[in-house]
């Protein structure tokens, strides 16, 4: 799957990359967490929101778990989940596919 958006460095639409990882951020009893992707041209990256200021007693346990152990499985089915994608707003296209 390719991610497309404007790259604030390069200044023009740029494919971002699924780097595989993902940022945990706690206040107290909520949470955020991001999907990173990177520009695939310079490098820049960018967090795509899965959870904010979600309250921590609303997620299940053993995902949470998996965002704290950065599991890059998680990471690649969120990358590959159209309905994730289009509520980020994103860009996409299928390899293969026009």
Known sequence: MRVYRR????????EFINTGKL??????????VWLVFRCKKCKRTWNMAVYERAK?????PAEYNRFLCNDPELAAEYGNDF????????????????
Do not use: P, T, Y
């Not at 790259?7 to 740029?14: A, E, H, V, Y």
């Not at 921590?56 to 299940?60: A, F, G, N």
């Open 23 to 32: 940022r945990v951020n706690a206040n107290r009893n909520r949470i955020d």
């Open 7 to 14: 790259c604030g460095r390069c200044g023009k639409k740029q």
């Open 83 to 98: 309905s994730f994608l289009r509520r980020n707003n994103a860009e996409f296209h299928v390899k293969g596919r026009i």
């Open 56 to 60: 921590l007693s609303k997620l299940v």
